[in-house]
């Protein structure tokens, strides 16, 4: 009995203990991005505006997500990196991958549970929802294309530029979010990919709060 009530307890601490962390890192990288992007809000000034002229460096923030199917308040930042040190605190870009907006592949990993648990309602997304992500100057709307698929951890097609198909030359912009599945032992990976639908300028420099 005491065994399980210690497992019971350690798993309550990855689900909710790890959250506080989590929360204080995204309110800390927020603060971060809006506080950059304030310096020089979008529509002042010249805008640069080819994908290609995003800027990141590892485990900073440089965009926020927003999946409205995962709630109405659900957004968080996106950091560059996906070791245990970048995802422990934020969803993280692929190394590697395309940036918002390039033709390719821009691929962010996420924890399914623990740092705040971002990705834990991935598999529910459906075709046609909509993923949002907002750079300094843009908001690239992204909408899923199909159901979410499950892949062994070794199989890392799924970040070409063409997922499933290395070597190919992308024609389309596409988002792939990976996460862990079963969500306490991670031994397969669940992929959700969507292709851009839209691109607007921001009329702001914050993202909100």
């Given amino acids: ?9 350690f ?31 979008a529509g002042a000034g010249v805008i640069p505006r080819a994908a290609d002229r995003i800027t990141v460096a590892l ?6 997500m927003r999946i409205p199917a995962l709630g109405a308040r659900w957004r968080f930042t996106i950091i560059e990196g996906t070791a245990l040190a970048q995802l422990n605190v934020s969803p993280g870009h692929v190394p590697g991958t395309q940036l918002p ?9 996420g924890h399914r549970v623990t740092a705040g648990n971002p990705f834990w309602s991935l598999p529910s997304l459906q075709p046609g929802d909509m993923v949002y992500v907002d750079t300094r100057y843009d908001t ?3 909408r899923v294309t ?3 698929v499950w892949v062994a951890p070794s199989d890392l097609s799924v970040l070409d530029p063409v997922p ?9 912009r ?33 993202a909100g709060s």
Avoid at 177 to 206: E, F, M, N, Q
């Fill in 140 to 142: 690239y709307a992204y």
């Fill in 164 to 172: 499933g198909h290395p070597g190919a030359r992308p024609q389309r």
């Fill in 146 to 148: 199909g159901k979410p």
């Fill in 1 to 9: 009995m005491t065994g399980g009530v210690i497992v019971a307890l």
């Fill in 174 to 206: 596409l988002i792939t979010l990976i996460t862990c599945d079963p969500a306490w032992t991670g031994t397969h990976r669940v992929i959700v990919t969507g292709v851009l639908a839209a691109v607007t300028i921001r009329s702001t420099g914050r």
């Fill in 11 to 41: 798993l309550a601490y990855l689900l909710w203990g790890t959250g506080p962390r989590a929360d204080r890192a995204q309110d800390q990288f927020a603060a971060q991005l809006n506080h950059a992007w304030q310096a020089q809000p």
């Fill in 101 to 109: 907006g390039q033709v390719g592949n821009f691929a962010v990993a």
């Fill in 59 to 64: 485990g900073h923030p440089f965009a926020f």
